[in-house]
């Protein structure tokens, strides 16, 4: 298979995935890691946000992808459901073979859906197990396989908070998303001797489309800094745990939510 242009030697390059939609979280990063030169490999799945209330556009991946080349990096994207086997495999084959051997993985992906205990049953445990549990670890093991001997890696998760409190009404999304933070505690002292740093990302609730304006007000009453956060928050952290500053954090779970009151 073709590269998209022949590969830069000791040019950083990043993995993102779940980044279908231009004002998700996921394009944020995506755009911020790519203003600081680093070459973006993307993936996304449209056929899960056209089933939510927020909906997607077709065009959506295509446009991040042009709009991520016009910054002046190399781009390749994927379309890939992550809850399916050995998509993992294909993901880092992929960017591989498109852009270069990746050293950031910001695992962004993820499946979320109201399930009570009254509604919860094991097929949406499941659908939350295979994309928010399944995924990022099998991503992020394999990632630290292949990671050549002497360089400096990062993986970032994304998650919730959900060690700080409940989540009514989203038990297997909590429990699910808790389990990743247990993951980059042991993951980050396992792979520390390969030169990769292991952390989680709690944005806090976060104002990239989904929330309807009753939500949104209830959140915002509960906002110290009188405001929601906004993707490029989350972008913004991200991008310092994949950067060279951040070489001494790892096995954190850190709680950027601008002093949201639970």
Known sequence: MSTLQEKTPHKKIAIVTGASR???????????????????????????????????????????????????VRCASMEID??????????????????????????????STTDGYQSLDAASLDAHYALNVRAPIMLSTEFARRFPPGAHGRIIHMTSGQS?????????????????????????????????????????PTDSGWMS??????????SPMGRLGQPEDAARLVAFLASEEAGWITGQIIHSEGGFLR
């Open 213 to 222: 304006p009753e939500l949104a007000s209830h959140i915002l009453a509960r």
């Open 164 to 204: 700080i409190g409940p989540m009514p009404g989203e038990i297997a999304y909590a429990a699910t998303k808790g389990a990743l933070d247990a993951f980059t505690v042991t993951f980050a002292a396992e792979v520390a001797p390969l030169g990769i740093t292991v952390n989680a990302v709690n944005p806090g």
């Open 82 to 111: 992550l809850s399916q086997p050995d998509s993992w495999l294909h993901v880092l084959d992929e960017a591989t073979a498109q852009l270069g051997a990746p050293c950031i993985l910001v695992n962004n992906a993820c499946h």
């Open 22 to 72: 231009r004002r998700g979280i996921g394009a944020a990063i995506c755009r911020k890691l790519a203003s600081q030169g680093i070459d973006l490999f993307f993936t996304y799945w449209t056929a899960y946000d056209k089933t939510m209330e927020w909906g997607v556009e077709d065009d959506e991946p295509l446009q991040l992808r042009e709009e991520l080349s016009r910054l002046g």
